[in-house]
């Protein structure tokens, strides 16, 4: 579990590294619709947001291919 900086726990959910690129899927632990996306590096020292609405597109399209 982890806090972000809107002060809400989230649950990881799901890690999967895309190149040097780890994507770190996240789940409100209150509230299972809300969820969100960081990137961390290899290191996994540091979660960031992502830079823009093509990287979150990017990011769910990873998750879907790692469904499969």
Do not use: H, P
Not at 1 to 18: G, P, R, S, V
Not at 46 to 64: G, M, N, W
């Amino acid at each position: 579990m982890i806090e972000l900086e809107d002060n809400i726990k989230y649950f990881i959910t799901k890690e999967i590294q895309d190149g040097s690129v780890v994507y770190v899927y996240l789940t409100n632990v209150n509230d299972v619709n809300d969820f969100c996306i960081r990137k961390t590096n290899e290191s996994r020292e540091e979660l960031k947001e992502l830079d823009s609405v093509e990287e979150f597109k990017y990011a769910l399209k990873v998750y879907q291919n790692n469904m499969d």
